[in-house]
């Protein structure tokens, strides 16, 4: 038994975690990640875990002081716009250097493979002079890989973002007093999808997103069925049976129907989705509720309250329905996981939230596509929802048994 | 004598509300469809109204609905719902139909088989296994189809035994290497809920008296598990076969989606997204018969076997 509170307490923590983590998400973004949901890298897709990328719009600074020098190229000790072009110019030659010149597509460019890169990198060689193919190639072994390109053209891909960053008297012109170093390289430390998004920020808005529709879609059927059930056990006879008979036949549709047929009747968008996992996830919550009421009804609880002349909805809304709704807790807490895994059904069908907003579900069927390039894609968002569904399940039977 | 006739007449009472439940889940989804936007004849460039409304008396879309519904009732009553509104050159419904629920139908046979052996195993294994260590190691095994969504263990388990080591193909349905993949998905997720059935079953018979007297009798506790105590704690395997297969079949649905099955769902969602009335009708009914048919079986199949139930406190309770 003990051993079985040590796992329940576990399963706790990790779901208080997770869900800090889900709302700490554009937290997360602006100082951990550096990317944004949204943000496509084109050079990037389904980047292997810990790839850099060229700085991003919040990078932080290196500090180096020889930075400014090799930028500031007519040595007036300020940056204009027409030298950041320059460079911007420069980055782009160099960061096409590999997609273009490694003829034997091994992934890394070669001392050979270089010469014929040499007139399309004019504008490169220019910065980084007679030795660029050294200067670039950080590990010395003869071949440039993309991740050492793009290291070697930091300097050179500072943007006009960047600029409004650093330039603290407002001039528009960057001087050597305002110079913080060169923009630090971000890192995809998950990887990138299948359209070049860094993976570790979808996953934590994706996140926070499932868990926001399981608790939100739980509500929703939570208060559906104790009313719904409440209403029947409170009322009796033949409103009872017939209401329970509702849900029997409503029980007999498979639910991914009910809630394709529900998306197709309400349109798409997240409230319509909310309601439409609502609308479905009821029913046996409804069941245990009526008994529970239909228990109380005989009770004192029932009797005195009546007998102080409350009205009957009175007696059954503060009265009876809250005490019915103890036993239920744990009902309502399973309803948690059946919710968030249905959207993860729908999203697959394609029915689920919209972009830009990913929910674990559209993560799992993008990582799907991509699963050969970047397996955390997959793996990702798959241990996240089953670490989450397991934290719900695991609270929902420690309720149950207590 | 007596109990045959209690038997036969529950069993008519069951069959009678299990129409009446087919009839309700027509006439709802009816009109659900019926009051959603969108029509059948929609295309990319819109068509001319004459035609529109050419096509539409055709289909006898123009009349009045009570009109509609009933003779849609009557189409689905002779199992013959018509032919499809977006593709009338593919035949009636049931033709179109016919193939794929063969099968939807297999892959939900091979996944049920699977996981009632993966359940089964996995409960047994767990009762017989003497260290808590290893009882929760088990149940934490059981649990991994409940929180691996079937859209996630697809395409991994497709990554590795067809793309990664090429043992088997990643999709279709055509040969018997094909329906290991998709029978076993659906095994491992339908298996973790047949497991605590199973497992919560064994346990709750395990601690009547009886399992105690034969263990003093000297009874082996494997025998004990095996020859005694498992016959009698299959109740609520059997009363929640219902439910249970219910929920196989919408796994199925998705399943067949994730493999490229040319089963039921691909019918199902280029429907909706067509709006073709008559084939979302046709497969939503189904599948509520399926429901509907199951359940009574299995209702039945209780009855059968548990006198008590037949007396007094029936079912839906």
Do not use: K
């Not at chain 1, 999808?193 to 934590?204: E, I, K, M, P, S």
């Not at chain 1, 990702?380 to 929902?396: D, E, Q, T």
């Not at chain 2, 069993?11 to 006439?27: N, Y």
């Not at chain 2, 990319?44 to 123009?62: K, Q």
């Amino acid at each position: 038994m003990a051993r079985r509170r040590a796992g329940d307490r576990a399963a706790m923590a990790a779901l208080c975690g997770l869900i800090a983590l889900g709302l700490a998400a554009p937290l997360a973004e602006r100082w951990l990640t550096h990317f944004s949901q949204e943000e496509q890298h084109p050079l990037f897709l389904q980047a292997t875990a810990g790839t850099r990328d060229v700085p991003v719009d919040h990078p932080t600074w290196d500090g180096d002081p020889a930075g400014f020098q090799r930028l500031d190229r007519d040595g007036d000790g300020r940056l204009g716009d027409a030298e950041l072009a320059d460079a911007e110019a420069a980055a782009r030659s160099l960061l096409f250097l590999e997609a273009r010149f490694d003829a034997n597509r091994d992934g890394r460019v070669t001392r050979a493979e270089a010469p014929a890169a040499a007139p399309a990198l004019a504008p490169a060689a220019a910065w980084l002079g007679e030795g660029w193919f050294e200067a670039l190639d950080l590990d010395r072994d003869g071949g440039l890989t993309r991740a050492e390109i793009v290291e070697g053209s930091r300097l050179l891909r500072l943007r006009s973002a960047h600029v409004a960053l650093l330039d603290t008297d407002g001039d528009g012109v960057l001087a050597r007093s305002e110079w913080r170093g060169a923009p630090e390289l971000a890192t995809f430390w998950l990887g990138t999808d299948y359209q070049g998004r860094d993976l570790l920020t979808r996953v934590l808005y994706g996140l926070r997103l499932s868990a926001w529709i399981g608790l939100a879609a739980a509500l929703i059927s939570a208060l559906l069925g104790a009313l719904y059930g409440g209403v029947a056990g409170y009322l009796g006879g033949w409103t009872e049976r017939a209401l329970m008979r509702g849900i029997d036949v409503l029980y007999a549709v498979p639910f991914l129907f009910v809630i394709s047929l529900l998306v197709m009747t309400l349109g798409q968008g997240l409230l319509n989705l909310l309601l439409a996992i609502g609308l479905v996830q009821w029913m046996p919550l409804a069941r245990v509720v009526r008994g529970e009421v239909a228990r109380l009804r005989g009770t004192d609880l029932y009797l005195s309250a009546r007998l102080l002349g409350l009205p009957g909805w009175r007696v059954l809304v503060r009265h009876l329905l809250p005490s019915a709704l103890v036993p239920v807790a744990p009902f309502a807490t399973l309803l948690v996981p059946a919710a968030i895994l249905d959207e993860a059904f729908l999203s697959f069908l394609g029915l689920g939230v919209q972009p830009p907003n990913p929910s674990l579900g559209v993560l799992l069927v993008d990582g799907a596509r991509g699963v050969g390039a970047n397996p955390f894609a997959l793996a990702c968002p798959a241990l996240v929802l089953a670490i989450l569904l397991a934290g719900f399940h695991r609270l929902g039977d420690a309720r149950s048994r207590r | 004598m007596g109990t045959f006739r209690a038997l036969a007449l529950h069993a008519t009472s069951r069959v009678l509300e299990a129409a009446l439940t087919l009839l309700a889940i027509f006439t709802l989804s009816f009109l659900v469809m019926r009051f959603a936007p969108g029509s059948p004849f929609d295309r990319e460039r819109p068509l001319a109204p004459e035609v529109r409304a050419g096509l539409e008396a055709r289909y006898g879309l123009d009349r009045p609905l009570l009109s509609q519904y009933l003779s849609a009732l009557a189409g689905f009553a002779t199992l013959d719902p018509g032919p499809s509104l977006v593709h009338p050159e593919r035949g009636s419904v049931t033709n179109l139909l016919g193939d794929s629920l063969a099968r939807s139908a297999e892959l939900g046979a091979w996944g049920f088989l699977v996981a009632v052996a993966f359940g089964l195993a996995l409960a047994l294994a767990t009762t017989l296994s003497a260290r808590p260590w290893q009882r929760e190691t088990l149940r934490t095994v059981s649990q991994i189809g409940l929180v691996v969504p079937v859209i996630a263990l697809g395409p991994f388990l497709v990554e590795v035994f067809a793309v990664r080591l090429g043992w088997l193909p990643p999709g279709g349905f055509d040969g018997a290497l094909a329906r290991v993949l998709p029978a076993a998905v659906l095994g491992l997720v339908y298996g973790a809920v047949f497991y605590r059935l199973f497992q919560g079953g064994l346990d709750d018979t395990l601690r009547r008296p009886w399992p105690l007297l034969l263990t003093a009798l000297g009874v082996r506790r494997r025998r004990l598990v095996a020859r005694h105590v498992l016959p009698a704690s299959l109740t609520p395997f059997v009363s929640f076969l219902g439910p249970a297969l219910s929920g196989l079949l919408t796994g199925s649905f998705v399943v067949e989606r994730v493999f490229n099955i040319p089963g039921l769902s691909v019918h199902f969602v280029d429907a909706t997204h067509e709006r073709d009335y008559p084939v979302i009708l046709a497969i939503v009914v189904l599948y509520a018969a399926l429901l509907v048919g199951l359940n009574l079986c299995a209702d039945l199949l209780a009855t059968a076997l548990d006198p008590r139930l037949r007396h007094g406190e029936t079912t839906s309770r």
